[in-house]
Structure formats: structure tokens, C-alpha cells
């Protein structure tokens, strides 16, 4: 364990609206063979749950509302002993005047039905969940070391959606990664089809110096990278349609957390799954959690009137 956020943060809370964000390790264990991460940032260290809990003590007096615990790979924190992930979201959900609790971003293979279980449970943690899989084929997830199965994948989305209705997962996704053939892009698709994540942020593969992938030959036509990520945004977007259309009708709560840029009277805000929504009739202030009922979808934006 060690302490690495200024001291006054610990002691005063960093707070940033009605938000704050808490870094609860750094560095990272994983050798993902795309990513610079291990080398720049060194190998994970875990702060100690007294600070981070002082520090989210200190950010709800200080008037957050919804915290988010960070890490590079967030769900791999550990402490002294059985203390892990699990003590610490259970720990953090119960404090005191939290409304919302979020992460970012937990690593696929430390993810687990316990952890799907306290989320589906506990009503301050969010039923949201940016669980990156990267690619949808077994060879190409095994030649980007990411060391799990796209089934070890599925399984555990399968098992939370199952425990937690609704909830909105999200992915990052890398498109012509050194050998992936179309068979392989195929799998991706498919399995974006069979999550259905609320969103997905693809990247085309590009190499980064010092990293492993770096050496393997960058053998995926730029054209085929191009046109498989316009694939993923097409088939995407639909989803995402699909969705947004779905939730029309239906009732949120929805925690403001701005005044709407340019009309005075409106509010925005996010639903528990972090869609964003533009919120009608009033009076709300900003950290209000406001039951609505979702009127319209335009893109990636709800609007809604307050119940
Ligand atoms: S992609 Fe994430 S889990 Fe993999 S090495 Fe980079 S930071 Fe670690």
C-alpha cells in the first residue's frame, strides 16, 4: 500500500460540482500488449482504506454527491489482507449522505459474480458498468494478453444482467489489432450484438512504441481498420437507437448535476445507468435526485419531466 494523492485532498475532499473523484490505485500489473500503461505509470499500488475513506468522508461534507473510485485498473485494489475491492465498494456505499458511487475502469478478469451481486444490492452503486473486452475473438484477445476468454467475458455480463435488470454496460474496443482476420472482427460484432452495451468506444489499432504489440507486424490494412470501425459505430449507433427508444415512457431518477447551457429553465442531468438527460419543469437545484419520466431521445441525449 501507499499514499499518493496530496495530503489536503485526503483531508478536504477534491471535489469538482456535486462530484468528486477518488484515485484508489495507480499503476498498473497487467501487461496488455498494446498498452504503454505498465511502463509509465509503474506497478499497481493501493492506497490504504482509512485515507480513501477519509477522503469520501471529506467530499460529501463538502457537498458530492456522487463519487467516483479510479484506478487503472480499479477492481484489482487491494489492502492488507482479505481486504479488497469488495470491502471497499461495501465500505464507501454506506457512508452518509452518498447518493450515487461509480468506478472506473475495472479489468474483466478481476470482475466477479460477488461484486455483481453488491452492485445489483446495494441502491448508492450505480447499475452501470465500462467493463472493457476489447476484441470479441479468443486469438486475438490471447495475443493482446488481456487473459481471459470472450465466454469468461460473457458469463459474467450474462450473470450481472441477469442480477441487476437494466443495468448499462460499456466497453473500449480495439478494431484491427495485428492478425485479426474478418473471422476474428466477426466474433467482435457478434458479441456486440449479444451485450447490447449502452456505449462502446472503439479505437483502430495503431502501434505505441516500447509496447509488445509494437513488435508484431501492424498487418491489418488501414482501409480494413477503417471500414471495421465504421461497422462498430453503425451497428452501435443502432443499439443505441434501440435503447433510447426503449426508455421513452418509462420513469428515472436522474441526479442533476448542471443548469442546461442555454435554457435557464432546464436541468441536466444522468440517470442511474449514466445516459444523459435534459430535465423539464422545476424547481430542482444542482445535486437533486429527481424522479422523471423520460419524454424523448435525440442521439445520445434524453429529455424528460419530473414526476
Ligand atoms: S489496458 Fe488496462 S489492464 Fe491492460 S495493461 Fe493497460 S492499464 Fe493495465
Given at each position: 500500500m501507499r499514499e499518493f494523492v496530496p495530503e489536503r485532498w485526503v483531508e478536504r475532499g477534491h471535489v469538482e460540482g456535486i462530484k468528486a473523484y477518488i484515485a484508489i490505485t495507480k499503476g498498473c500489473?497487467?501487461?496488455?500488449?498494446?498498452?504503454i500503461v505498465p511502463q509509465t505509470r509503474g506497478r499497481e499500488v493501493s492506497r490504504s482504506p482509512e485515507s480513501i475513506l477519509q477522503e469520501a468522508r471529506a467530499a460529501i461534507d463538502k457537498g458530492a454527491r456522487e463519487l467516483w473510485l479510479l484506478g487503472?485498473?480499479?477492481?484489482s485494489y487491494r489492502a492488507a489482507g482479505e481486504y479488497g475491492f469488495y470491502e471497499l465498494l461495501d465500505e464507501i456505499s454506506q457512508l452518509?449522505?452518498?447518493i450515487r458511487l461509480r468506478f472506473t475502469s475495472p479489468h474483466p478478469r478481476d470482475w466477479n459474480n460477488r461484486l455483481s451481486d453488491l452492485m445489483a444490492e446495494?441502491?448508492?452503486?450505480?447499475?452501470q458498468l465500462h467493463l472493457p473486452?476489447?476484441?470479441?475473438s479468443d486469438a486475438v484477445l490471447q495475443a493482446m494478453r488481456r487473459r481471459h476468454t470472450l465466454q469468461d467475458y460473457l458469463g459474467k455480463v450474462d450473470y450481472l444482467q441477469q442480477r441487476a435488470p437494466g443495468v448499462e454496460i460499456s466497453t473500449d474496443l480495439i478494431v484491427g489489432?495485428?492478425?485479426?482476420t474478418e473471422a476474428d472482427f466477426e466474433c467482435t460484432l457478434h458479441a456486440l450484438g449479444q451485450v447490447r452495451f449502452s456505449q462502446v468506444f472503439p479505437f483502430k489499432y495503431s502501434p505505441r512504441p516500447?509496447?509488445?504489440?509494437?513488435?508484431?507486424?501492424?498487418?491489418?490494412?488501414r482501409q480494413a481498420k477503417e471500414e471495421r470501425l465504421a461497422r462498430v459505430i453503425a451497428l452501435q449507433e443502432h443499439i443505441n437507437e434501440e435503447q433510447q427508444r426503449a426508455l421513452i415512457g418509462t420513469e428515472q431518477d436522474v441526479l442533476i448535476d448542471a443548469v442546461h447551457p442555454r435554457e435557464p429553465d432546464l436541468m441536466n442531468g444522468r440517470t442511474d445507468g449514466y445516459r444523459a438527460v435534459t430535465v423539464a419543469?422545476?424547481?430542482?437545484?444542482?445535486?437533486d435526485l429527481v424522479r422523471v419520466r423520460i419524454t424523448d431521445s435525440r442521439g445520445h441525449w434524453l429529455y424528460a419531466e419530473a414526476e
Open positions: 500489473n497487467n501487461h496488455c500488449s498494446f498498452c487503472q485498473n480499479v477492481n452518509d449522505g452518498l446495494r441502491k448508492t452503486i450505480c447499475k473486452f476489447q476484441a470479441g489489432f495485428p492478425g485479426e516500447g509496447t509488445a504489440a509494437a513488435k508484431l507486424a501492424d498487418d491489418v490494412p419543469v422545476g424547481p430542482h437545484e444542482i445535486g
